[in-house]
């Protein structure tokens, strides 16, 4: 009888834990920053979705964070941001610097499942220089150079009126609307560029690699495994991978179908 009470405390201690760290509970906080004799933004993001969009006419750096700590309720929000949440908007030289990251060492009997989901308006002629950790990612309306290098986590660029360079680690990369030049390094996940003005160079370990719309050149230094197909494109198509080395393709589909220049 003793060894089953002790079992069913054991038992319901357990439930108890689980439902505290089922629970997130979420906060709000908004900074701004003027942008006058600001040059770019450098946002530096730990877990959590990312959304940055350029707004004509707007005259500084506008961000709003959601907090989102599991395990911590509402009383304990106050406390946990101040020892555990790393989030600031500041000028730094020439450029503004948004930082954003939970302590990796939080854990709350094993939860670290926290995360900061952030929204960001920018002038549109405000370059963007990010590095993001997890989660998904928007980027659009940019007039300007716009550097990505992310962990995991779709990502999704449109309207960008410069160049885009963009080092994925892992998650799917949905890129249109691109006047510049684009430069993709992407560990895994499908790759689909459209509607680029200059030159597209992609570097792929694997995932399916969708390419349509090009005013310049398109050079695929690897594509790793997963087919290639590019489309629409008004200068040269270059395939340096393993199965293409050196080779530049005419007007004509490949074999395997895989790829092809119209």
Known sequence: MKKL???????ITVLVLAASLAFADQTEKSMAL??????????????GWLKVAGVSGLDRIEVRAEIEARGVDSDEMDDFIKDHVELFLEKRGDR?????????????????????????????????????????????????NVAIEDGSGSIRVERIAGNLEVDDNSGDLDVRDVTGDVSIEDGSGGIDVSKVGGSVTVDDGSGGIYINGVGKDVVIKEAG??????????????????????????????????????
């Not at 003027?34 to 877990?47: C, K, Y």
């Not at 220089?129 to 928007?138: L, P, R, W």
């Open 96 to 144: 503004g610097v948004l930082t954003s990251h939970i302590d990796s060492g939080w854990h709350f009997f094993g939860s670290g499942d926290s995360r900061i989901n952030l929204t960001v308006r920018v002038p549109k002629s405000m370059v963007l220089d990010i590095d993001d950790g997890s989660g998904e990612m928007t980027v659009e309306d940019i007039d300007a």
């Open 5 to 11: 009470l002790i079992v069913f405390v054991v038992l």
């Open 34 to 47: 003027p942008s006058a004799g600001l040059q770019a933004l450098r946002i530096d993001a730990g877990a």
């Open 225 to 262: 495994s997963g087919g290639v197909r590019i489309d629409n494109v008004k200068g040269r198509v270059i395939r340096r991978d393993k199965d293409h080395d050196d080779d530049e393709d005419d007007d004509s589909d490949d074999d395997d179908g895989d790829s092809r220049r119209a």
